[in-house]
């Protein structure tokens, strides 16, 4: 198979304008869990094509709005994620749950807001949507549905996220590398051998058990690990019964740049690759293990587990991100079209269809 992404297409400029105006922002976007927004105020936020986003709970509702105040334009919410009222930082405009001023200090010293003038000054509102646990938000108002925009991987990555347990990680860094590159790099187990040999390689993933559906795509490998036998016996037993079970390794793409896996229904990876610049991208990973109805306290064993699960993704990605920034020194002096192998095939599939939603340009 032959590459369908020319390399200019990894550091253009133009390129990468039009990847927000046809692909980023009239998608859904990842932007947390549901136990992020679990008490009121809890807020998460986010850019989308360099528009700021502010996700709250106000008053029990979780809202999505323009992180931008009505009054004087300042940024609302300041930090990654938090609690505290919506209110402005500069001179204190507070925010209702429909994102209309409800709160406006000396406000005597304004002319009288009318309740229409103060509905127009009302935030901007974005669509949001769960999938189990899993919080989505999109800039497009005529968006498809969550469930058609996931189609059949819906009711598993909801079984998935309903499982999740402890959060034991978050891994977040700056990667000087296109997203496409770093997304098509997790696509493919070609490089596991040579990249990741004293890492993945051990757990000797393989195969080519692919499923593709619309956008997204999955892929199943047996591993080298039995969940009921030797070291990793008393690991599966600790978290069993699971809701989530299955053998072996499950990989996800939620394109375009959402990865999902997990080893025997008892860890779980979410990897989101957020676009900067056509040569830097922000990667941020998150590590649970499953659901148990075990004591809280913790055995040796199972934190001595939780750690090595830490280490052993960290270590992964270290691994992938050197070799992305390779590829990304590389693109910019070439004219050839890459060859694609059959381990790759994902990695086609993604490739074909950003290609058609970025020249679908009206």
């Known amino acids: 198979m032959n590459s369908n992404i020319p390399a200019v297409h990894y550091y253009d400029n133009e390129i990468f304008a039009r990847e927000s105006n046809m692909l980023f922002n009239k998608i859904w976007h990842f932007v947390g869990f549901k136990s992020d927004f679990e008490n009121d105020n809890d807020f998460v936020t986010l850019k989308i094509s360099g528009t700021p986003i502010v996700i709250q709970n106000v008053r029990g509702t979780i809202k999505a709005f323009l992180n931008v105040c009505s009054h004087r334009f300042s940024i609302i919410q300041q930090d990654k994620s938090g609690n505290r009222p919506l209110m402005c930082p500069y001179h204190g405009w507070a925010y209702d749950k429909d994102g209309i ?5 000396k406000k005597p010293l304004f002319k009288k807001f009318s309740k229409e003038e103060l509905c127009e000054m009302k935030l901007k509102e974005f669509k949001v949507s769960f999938c189990g646990s899993l919080c989505f938000v999109s800039l497009n108002e005529t968006v498809e549905s969550l469930e058609d925009f996931i189609g ?35 696509l493919e187990s070609y490089h596991v051998g040579l990249i990741h040999a004293e890492t993945l390689a051990k757990l000797e993933p393989s195969g080519l058990d692919f499923e593709f559906d619309g956008n997204n795509s999955s892929w199943t490998s047996d591993l080298n690990i039995v969940k009921d036998k030797g070291g990793y016996k008393k690991i599966n037993a600790y978290f069993s019964p699971r809701s989530y079970d299955i053998d072996g390794y499950k990989h996800i793409l939620i394109f375009p740049n959402l990865l999902i896996s997990s080893t025997h229904g008892i860890s779980f990876n979410y990897s989101v690759i957020e676009p900067i610049t056509p040569d830097v991208s922000k990667f941020t990973s998150y590590v649970f293990t499953t659901i148990t109805d075990k004591p809280d306290a ?29 590829v990304q020194q590389g ?12 381990e790759e095939e994902r990695v086609h599939h993604f490739q074909k269809k950003y290609l058609k939603l970025l020249e679908n340009e009206s």
């Open 331 to 342: 693109v910019r002096h070439t004219n050839l079209i890459g060859k694609l192998s059959d």
């Open 101 to 105: 001023p409800s709160g406006i200090p």
């Open 298 to 326: 913790k055995s040796i064993l199972i934190k001595a587990f939780e750690e090595s699960l830490i280490n052993f993704n960290r270590q992964v990605f270290d691994e992938d991100k050197a070799v992305c920034q390779l």
């Open 152 to 186: 059949v991987f819906y009711d598993e990555l909801k079984e998935m996220s309903l499982a999740l347990g402890d959060r034991i990680d978050v891994n977040a860094m700056e990667i000087t590398a296109n997203w496409k590159v770093i997304v098509e790099n997790t």
